[in-house]
């Protein structure tokens, strides 16, 4: 038996098919062997089958959830005293499900666990604001804060079917978080998980088996994007890496290259230095190294002044050359990339930045799906790295000559949504008011900032409300934090 097997086994039994080597597909609560088998070997090599529902199945799926009424005719108050209940579960399971996560996507140890713990605190805290009171909620009258994760969402009454899109990068987190929005607001659930993260996807699923909420829950696992054109419907509300969007933006999204997780990959300007220089390149290193450099909160860009960068660029580097890479299970800090086409393509970005004029600080070996930890420093301008999404543990520097430079270049990057400006409010509105995204003003506190964003359930720039962190939106494209 696999170790993907072992560990689902060891969380649910129900979860592993009669054989004991496969993952089954849940249909309205129940779990069910497929008699399509498809064998799958995720990125450490850890085989294992899973089931494939058919096209009668799927259809079976949305007409039952849309015609049931069962849900909605459970009280609120009892939906949400489930969901707190369920919440004990998942600590129970974590060091299970942490073991789940880090063999399917390559995350660590430590960073799983905190997945873990986030999507606990979101379903913790379900006690609600049941308030129609504008200064409670924007768009519904029920609101959740999370004090000890800084975890916000907001959900409100929907009708129809909610279909989620786990994230392959957090697959524990969005799918919970998108199931307790939706359990919630009333609609049934089907989840339509990633094929790097099935387990992951269906071991959050399994955390609601014991409660009267799952018989509201379907877990389709379809190759690629088969048989989405079934979830092509109006009554329908779409998570998609626990955003809600509609199917037009859906069908948008998932028609070309989409970021991996909610909010894309990070970059920090240094227009001025903070007082604590050390802890700063420690950030920005264990911030770049993130998840691999693959998840929602990782600096992939530093874009400095010409004569701040020298103490930190020199920092990271020694940081970058002592963190391990290799299998998450045995402590390694880096582990393998989402696919080898991504590692090839991390690669080729890396000669080419290297080929206009970069200088190769540390790193910059692969094998296989494996990239060492990259800084390169002195980055041209016509670098493809500089405009293109980095999906690896890779950190580019960058000089510029004024603060003004420094922002017309942000402003053009279609790899990040998330801008950290170390320098003066005028600089911070300036960028907000150029570029759709998140404004993060720079200080000691920004690693917790962005773990606020990326784990909040939804769109940041409308979803984070003032509270815990002072912000504004700026002509309602940008989010700006204090």
């Known amino acids: 038996m696999g170790l993907i097997i072992k560990e689902m086994k060891a969380i649910d039994s129900s979860f592993v098919s009669s054989d004991g080597n496969g993952l089954p597909y849940i249909l309205n609560g129940k779990p069910l062997e497929g008699e399509i088998r498809i064998w799958k070997e995720n990125i450490l090599d850890e ?13 079976k799926a949305i007409e039952t959830s849309l015609n049931s009424d069962s849900l909605k005719s459970t009280n609120i108050y009892n939906r949400i005293e489930e969901l707190i209940e369920i919440s004990s ?17 390559g995350k660590s140890i430590e960073l799983s666990r905190e997945e873990i713990q986030a999507a606990e605190k979101i379903m913790e805290n379900s006690w609600a604001f049941l308030s129609n009171t504008e200064t409670l909620t924007r768009d519904g009258p029920i609101s959740f804060v999370s004090d000890s994760s800084n975890t916000i969402t907001q959900v409100k009454l929907e009708k129809g079917l909610s279909i989620v899109f786990p994230a392959y990068t957090s697959p524990f987190f969005t799918t919970i978080s998108s199931i307790t929005r939706s359990l919630i607001s009333g609609t049934p659930v089907i989840v339509k998980p990633s094929s ?6 269906l071991s959050a699923i399994s955390m609601f088996s014991d409660s009267s909420l799952f018989e509201s829950i379907s877990f389709l696992p379809t190759r690629g994007m088969s048989y989405i054109n079934l979830f092509d419907n109006e009554e329908f509300v779409y998570y998609f890496y626990g955003k809600k969007i509609n199917y037009k933006n859906l069908m948008k999204n998932l028609s070309g290259r989409f970021i991996a997780n909610c909010s894309g990959r990070v970059v920090v300007v240094l227009c001025n230095l903070p007082e604590n220089v050390d802890l700063l390149s420690n950030i920005i290193a264990r911030l770049s190294l993130k998840h691999s450099g693959q998840a929602c909160g990782s600096v992939s860009w530093l874009i400095s002044l010409e004569h701040l960068k020298d103490n930190i660029i020199e920092s990271i580097a020694d940081r970058f050359s002592q963190s391990l890479v290799g299998n998450p299970l045995e402590g390694k800090e880096v582990g393998p990339l989402k696919n080898k086409e991504i590692a090839d393509r991390s690669t080729k970005l890396i000669n080419d930045a290297i080929y206009k ?17 990259t800084l390169i420093d002195n980055i041209a301008k016509n670098s493809e790295i500089l405009w293109n999404d980095v999906e690896a543990p890779v950190l580019t520097s960058t000089s510029v000559s004024t603060c003004t430079e420094a922002i017309s270049i942000v402003k053009m990057m279609s790899g990040t949504n998330i801008t950290i400006v170390f320098g003066n409010d005028n600089i911070m509105n300036k960028l907000a008011k150029s570029k759709k995204g998140v404004v993060i003003k720079g200080s000691d506190k920004i690693e917790t900032i962005l773990n606020s964003i990326c784990y909040s359930n939804g769109d940041p720039i409308n979803g984070i409300v003032k509270s815990p962190f002072p912000g504004e939106l700026a002509f309602d494209k940008s989010l700006i934090i204090y």
């Open 196 to 201: 790097y993260s099935l387990a992951s996807s």
């Open 89 to 105: 579960k998942i600590e129970k399971y974590e060091e299970n499900i942490s073991r789940l996560i880090s063999l399917e996507t």
């Open 47 to 59: 085989p294992y089958n899973f089931g494939l529902p058919d096209q009668n199945d799927i259809k």
């Open 357 to 373: 004029g970069g200088s190769l600080l540390t790193g910059g070996l692969t094998n296989g799906r494996y990239i060492e930890p």
